[in-house]
């Protein structure tokens, strides 16, 4: 008896509790929706809802599964397709992020501390707003008469992009993958700065005049110091762009079009057009899944490498 209510204390106490907690949230938030939406996967459509898995009756307790859903994904290209081209996008996306927001918050970082809470402020402003007002001000932009097009055009920069693939015609910057990266970028850009700049903000200065005293310049310290020593803020900046971006539906729905056709854009369509949820949620199973193993793999040997430097 003392020995069940000392574990039950154990659990209770602070240290299980700041275990316990995040677990519990997981499971809740995450594993538990994650469970409904892979039974319905497995389920039956009949007319406008799906069949029970489990099903008990007569005293005959009967289990129904279904993967005719995920056999019909690997055999229909569309949707080989439009994953293929989310990962493209989101993995663009998140390079541009990296590519701007990695001076930004360098900078941030070796401003003078009188100055970050305001460059802080700058980077948080776009929040105040709200992300769907943002995503059309780019429409208005973007289409012919916007000042940014009219901008593109008259520098030439659309016949750049034109010859890059990126634009159907010279002009014509609305509804085209140039349209849906840009956007994104845009949109995403300060969930890879803030991660970088906690980073940067906290390195220890002394190991960059230590490289100096021993030779070596700005620009091989910076390589060889700054970027490996950034590497927790690169990878959590990734991160928050990649798994959003593979997902996103509004930005490809509002300045994509329809050679810019997203896993978003299916599920939408299975849900609400088709009206077919097993086949949605299998769609959205497989997204997760494309998502949540490769990190889990990165993670394990991440890891594994940690643990060899130890």
């Known amino acids: 008896m003392n020995t069940a209510l000392q574990r039950l204390r154990a659990v209770f106490s602070g240290r299980g509790l700041v275990i316990g907690l995040p677990f519990a949230f997981l499971l809740l938030f995450f594993l538990l929706p994650f469970f409904i939406v892979g039974k319905i996967s497995v389920s039956e459509m009949e007319a ?24 019909f994904i690997t055999e229909d290209a569309l949707y080989f397709k439009t994953y293929l081209a989310s990962l493209q996008y989101a993995a663009a996306t998140t390079l541009l992020c990296l590519f701007i927001g990695y001076p930004f918050a360098y900078f941030m970082a070796r401003a003078r501390a009188t100055l970050q809470p305001a460059l802080l402020m700058l980077v948080m402003l776009p929040f105040w707003t709200s992300f769907l007002l943002r995503v059309y001000a780019w429409r208005g932009l973007l289409t012919e008469g916007g000042w940014v097009a009219d901008l593109i055009v008259g520098l030439g920069l659309d016949q750049l992009l034109l010859a890059a693939g990126l634009i159907s015609a010279p002009g014509k910057l609305m509804h ?25 903000a906290k390195m220890d200065l002394r190991l960059l005049e230590a490289a100096a005293d021993l030779g070596a310049t700005p620009w091989v310290a910076f ?88």
């Open 48 to 71: 406008v809802s799906f069949k029970d898995v489990l099903r008990f009756a007569d005293g005959v307790m009967t289990l129904t599964v279904k993967f005719g859903n995920y056999v």
């Open 176 to 200: 085209t993958p140039f349209s849906l990266v840009l956007g994104m970028t845009y949109t995403y850009l300060p969930f890879m700065i803030l991660p970088l700049f906690s980073t940067l």
């Open 223 to 310: 390589w060889k110091i700054t970027v490996p020593l950034s590497k927790a803020g690169i990878i959590a900046g990734s991160m928050l762009v990649f798994i959003p971006c593979v997902g996103e539906f509004v930005i490809p729905e509002l300045l994509g079009g329809p050679e810019t056709l997203m896993i978003g854009r299916v599920l939408w369509d299975e849900f609400f057009s088709n009206n077919d949820w097993p086949m949605a949620s299998s769609v959205a199973v497989v997204m997760v899944l494309l998502i949540i193993v490769p990190l889990a793999i990165f993670n394990k040997y991440q890891a594994e490498a940690q643990e060899q430097r130890a």
